[in-house]
């Protein structure tokens, strides 16, 4: 949130932000006279104190996570552009997690009351957090901000430390090979949580936390603790299903456990290391085969809204249509079947230039290539291994030529005259097959499929209807085993 006028003074703009919050405060009061006063009070509202708090958000691309009452995440965003200053989540539960995330990698936990009104606050340059509505200790609301300040005197934990080294060594293009250091981390980790859960069961003795709270932080630290157990000791590596058999059955595996932001946080960590070593889906997964629990199911909804983009479509469908009864809820499998749908009938809206400077659409062409498989390979001159793909496309091409098929080159590049010199050098300067992607920011079928990592292949089929958004490489056994069993003759 940006303020109205830079020059006017910081008190001035907290008098604006003090005034709008009564209003709203009123506003919300007044409503309740004439709306059902329960589901009034099934909510909870963010308010920010002043525009500082609105610029401190933008600057940091500061947001609000929670896990709604569908089991999906949500976020709370404050936009630098608009003077809209709160935010209102709708819940049926008793209490809630929110976390604070930002670019700066800070990160801290609350859990609030439904019912709950709260002013959003900086205190040091840190996310503050104060009850309007009812009386809470500093402690109660700003619990993993204090514990860094008294614990370790610094903006991140020992845990997030571990995890930010072990991200440097294991997710990096360039390992850092820091065994000794990750092995050391990893020790103070454990350390801290364990020195941790003595001092949350200080401030419960000491009444400056609930009981409630005191229980929610306590079984959060011992989930991390079980956690660390699964990052080896001595090179780091994580047994990522290792983890996920364990925590099946365990008492994190409840209704309630599944509507934590640290559960659904495990889940796309175990997910981004499946994918990583296990990348084509299969219903042999684990996270597919054990869904008869609460955290088994937010595994198998997990896994089927990552891996379903990745399969053909009558694959994904079948998919679906085995899977959804096992779902929490209808509500995810609504979610899926319409992400689906919406992918399969997604405009293929691209504006094309050819050779020559001739120009077209991918609509029209796949209307002027009606009876043809086609195999379209998106690619860029700058692409090294897209260029080193060509040979094996070809080599495709001419298997197939004789069974309804054609590969198609669509180029993302932004310089047509480099993309002229590059099709002609490296021999797919083809008539009406080869062309020049002009509306690469317009497109809504570029963004829908996620077309961001290149090469990429998509197949359509005779009809010019997309069958497989993620169609195999052109040097696969994959690729051959699908066509043959798709193309006729």
């Known amino acids: 949130m940006e303020r109205t006028d830079t020059n006017y003074p910081a008190k001035f703009n907290r008098l604006i932000f003090t005034v709008l919050g009564v209003l709203f405060l009123f506003s919300c009061n007044s409503t309740l006279q004439d ?14 104190e002043d525009s500082m708090v609105g610029d401190f958000l933008a600057k940091r691309k500061g947001s609000f996570m929670y896990i709604d009452d569908e089991l999906f995440s949500a976020k709370i965003e404050f936009s630098g552009k608009s003077l809209s200053h709160y935010g209102i989540i709708k819940t049926k539960r ?31 340059q840190n996310i503050w957090m104060e009850t309007v509505n009812r009386k809470a200790s500093p402690y109660e609301t700003n619990l993993e901000l204090l514990r860094n300040r008294d614990l370790y005197q610094s903006a ?7 995890h930010l080294l072990w991200k440097s060594n294991y997710a990096s293009v360039t390992p850092g090979g820091l065994r000794e250091e990750l092995k050391q981390y990893r020790k103070e980790a454990v350390e801290s949580l364990t020195l941790e859960l003595s001092w949350i069961d200080s401030l419960r003795a000491e009444k400056s936390i609930s009981a409630i709270s005191a229980k929610f932080y306590t079984s959060k630290a011992r989930f991390e603790l079980k956690k660390l157990n699964y990052f080896g000791e001595e090179d780091g590596a994580f047994d990522a299903r290792g983890a996920f058999r364990s925590f099946l059955g365990s008492e994190w595996d409840t209704q ?3 509507q934590t932001i640290y559960l659904h946080d495990f889940a796309d960590f175990l997910l ?19 869904s008869s629990s609460p955290f088994g199911k937010l595994m198998l909804f997990s896994y089927l809204n990552q891996t379903l983009p990745y399969l053909p479509f009558e694959e994904a469908a079948d998919w679906l249509t085995s899977y959804e009864d096992r779902l929490a809820n209808q509500a995810q499998a609504e979610f899926l079947w319409t992400s689906f749908e919406a992918l399969r009938n997604q405009r293929p809206d691209l504006d094309l230039i050819g050779l020559s400077k001739s120009t077209t659409t991918l609509e029209e062409l796949l209307v002027q290539k009606k ?3 086609l195999y379209i390979d998106f690619w860029a001159a700058w692409c090294i291994p897209c260029i080193q793909s060509f040979p094996s496309s070809i080599a495709l091409q001419d298997e197939y030529k004789n069974r309804e098929f054609e590969v198609i080159y669509l180029s993302i590049d932004r310089n047509h005259k480099y993309w002229e010199d590059v099709v002609e050098k490296y021999h797919i300067a083809i008539p009406n097959r080869s062309f020049f992607v002009k509306n ?14 290149i090469p990429r292949y998509l197949l359509f089929d005779q009809e ?5 958004p993620y169609a195999p490489r052109a040097n696969s056994e994959e690729v051959r085993v699908f066509l043959d069993k798709i193309l006729p003759g």
């Open 35 to 48: 709306n059902d006063q329960d589901e009034q009070k099934d909510q909870i509202v963010l308010m920010l």
């Open 94 to 124: 008793d209490f809630l997690e929110l976390a604070y995330r930002d670019h700066s990698q800070t990160q801290y936990s609350y859990l609030f009351q439904k019912g709950d009104t709260v002013l959003v606050k900086l205190n040091e």
């Open 156 to 162: 991140y934990s020992k845990l997030q430390d571990f």
């Open 256 to 258: 309630d456990g599944a």
């Open 272 to 290: 981004s290391y499946e994918m990583l070593h296990h990348p084509i889906p299969s219903t042999t997964s684990p996270y597919v085969t054990n």
């Open 371 to 373: 009876g043809k498989f």
């Open 440 to 453: 690469l920011e317009e497109s809504g079928f570029l963004e829908k499929l996620k077309v961001d990592v």
């Open 464 to 468: 010019g209807k997309l069958i497989h």
